[in-house]
């Protein structure tokens, strides 16, 4: 990516974050990036794909960082299931506007648009890591739990966004902690 590439990037990720997708137009992206809309669509062809390359950076960004943590906390099982809630404070945006995947989401009815489809898959892949290091940390039911966990970690992004709730990220991998004990305790039939 050029660098004038990387400034439009930047700006619109900035902009669609905090103002939404659909309340900001190519206009106000060229305007703050400093440049022209032609550069603009020369290096985007669309708002569309400048959507689309927002949330793919998200979610390049929040796989590596799980992945590192992965790395980072080595073979302990239940460690590996919480790395997810453990990187969660790096993505919670003090009075942000919560997850920017769920607020694209909300803005992106179309299930065919290229931004939703993105979005499904980066919650897709958060819900199966789940459950494959579940399956690998000998928990009972690790679909079940996968969802439950996934209904923990975006509940957090929730609570801190809405309700200020300031130890979300603390509370969830601490009701983590205690689901992912239990599943592993209890092997079911």
């Not at 103002?19 to 809309?37: F, L, N, Q, Y």
């Not at 919650?123 to 579940?134: N, Q, S």
């Amino acid at each position: 990516m050029t660098p004038g590439a990387q400034r439009i990037l930047d700006v619109a990720s900035e902009l669609f974050y905090w103002r939404g997708i659909h309340a900001v137009g190519v206009d106000t992206i060229a305007a703050e990036s400093g440049v022209t809309k032609r550069t603009l669509y020369d290096r985007f062809g669309s708002k569309d794909a400048l959507v689309v390359a927002y949330l793919a950076a998200r979610d390049r960004r929040w796989r590596e960082l799980v992945l590192a943590r992965l790395e980072a906390v080595g073979a302990d099982p239940v460690a590996q299931v919480l790395a997810p809630f453990d990187v969660l404070p790096e993505f919670l945006v003090p009075h942000g506007r919560g997850c920017s995947f769920v607020n694209a989401f909300a803005e992106l009815p179309d299930p065919d648009h290229p931004g939703r489809q993105l979005v499904v898959a980066e919650k897709t892949w958060l819900r199966d890591l789940f459950r494959d290091l579940l399956s690998q940390a000998g928990a009972h039911d690790p679909d079940a739990t996968a969802g439950q966990l996934l209904s923990l970690h975006e509940g957090a992004f929730v609570s801190h966004a809405i309700v200020d709730e300031t130890d979300a990220a603390t509370g969830a991998r601490s009701a983590a902690h205690a689901l992912v004990t239990h599943a592993r305790a209890h092997p079911g039939p």
